[in-house]
Structures are given as structure tokens and as C-alpha cells.
């Protein structure tokens, strides 16, 4: 599956060497958290915020932080998934999204455990602060959506209604997860790639 950069040079490319002057695009917008109800990505659970799958790990600043151990965990993780890309782009398998995101995201949640410096640490609380409420009950979606599934009709009634008591402490009890959702919503369009 690609990534923004990916999509860097293939429109480099396309413009330089086919005369394109513009690239067409898919839905971008950020999928259901969890397992996917099926293969299509045309089933954006927001509009406003797009999907980390459109991330280059290797291009997060923090990535070039990473201790040995995880490096080496992060780029065998991106080694698993070139290889399924590779099978796609030969012709031998079909795009396994499933796949994709689970070793995106493992690789993304060992990038997000490395501090941020304080220029980046300042340009993240701004984005926090600019987005606001719509920020933090999007990634509370996608935190409880984890634990209780996607479709939130079926979670515990008292959890349906974003400003009630019981998601209100279930925030603070999924403190970590709630600011790697935000964390996700930031570093996809503002990573350079």
C-alpha cells in the first residue's frame, strides 16, 4: 500500500516525464479504526482527519531517535511490508490492507514513544489547540472504538454521547491511546516527505 511519499514521486515522475499536470486521488480521509468491515477504502469515519496509513514511518523526525532495538523493530516491520507491496506490484497478491495497518500502526506506536523535541513538542500543542474538541472526540472515538469496536451503536449505552460523565472518565483511563490518535492526526499531514 502506498504512502504520501510514494505519491511525492510518483507525481514528480508522472509531471517530469508524461507531461502530468495533476495527480487523481482516492479517499485520503481516516478509516474505521480496528478491523475493517471490508476491503474498500471508501469508508471514512472522518472527513476532517486523514489516515496514518498514508504515512512514511522513516519519514517521522522522531523515527531517526529510534534506540537499536526498536530501529531494528520498526524497519523489520517496514522490511514484512515492502515485501507484501512487492507480491502486489508483481502481480501475485492482492492489496492486504488488514496487514498493512497492523504493521503500520505497531511500527507508528514505537515512533510515538520517542519524545518529542521542544520545537516539535510546541508545533504538536499548537495543532492540539487549533483542532480542539473536534481533535480530542475524534481520537476518543478511535480509542474506545478499539475496545468496543467500530460501529458505536453497540457500545455500552452511557458511552454513546461524547459528553457524558462515563466518556469523559473513559478519556482519562484511555489517556495513552486518546494522545496517539491525536499524535496520528498530526504527524499525517504534517510529515515532509
Request: glycine share 8%; charged share 25%.
Amino acid at each position: 500500500m502506498g504512502d504520501l511519499a510514494d505519491l511525492t514521486e510518483l507525481a514528480a515522475w508522472s509531471g517530469r516525464s508524461l507531461g502530468a499536470g495533476f495527480v487523481q486521488l482516492g479517499p485520503l480521509h481516516a478509516a474505521t479504526p480496528g478491523p475493517l468491515p471490508d476491503p474498500s477504502p471508501y469508508r471514512p469515519s472522518s472527513r476532517r482527519f486523514p489516515d496514518p496509513m498514508h504515512v512514511r514511518v522513516e519519514a517521522v523526525p522522531e523515527y531517526g531517535l529510534l534506540g537499536p532495538l526498536a530501529r531494528s523493530s520498526v524497519d523489520g516491520l517496514a522490511a514484512r511490508a515492502r515485501a507484501l507491496n512487492e507480491a502486489v506490484l508483481e502481480g501475485s497478491s492482492l492489496i492486504d490492507r488488514e496487514t498493512v495497518r497492523d504493521l503500520k500502526h505497531r511500527a507508528l506506536r514505537s515512533v510515538h514513544e520517542v519524545p518529542l523535541s521542544p520545537g516539535r513538542a510546541a508545533e504538536f500543542a499548537a495543532f492540539v489547540a487549533r483542532e480542539g474538541e473536534g481533535l480530542t472526540d475524534f481520537a476518543t472515538w478511535c480509542a474506545l472504538a478499539q475496545v468496543h469496536g467500530a460501529d458505536w451503536r453497540t457500545w455500552p449505552g452511557e458511552l454513546r454521547d461524547p459528553r457524558s460523565p462515563a466518556v469523559a472518565r473513559a478519556r482519562e483511563e484511555l489517556v495513552g491511546a486518546v494522545g496517539f490518535h491525536r499524535w496520528l492526526a498530526w504527524i499525517t499531514p504534517h510529515t515532509r516527505v
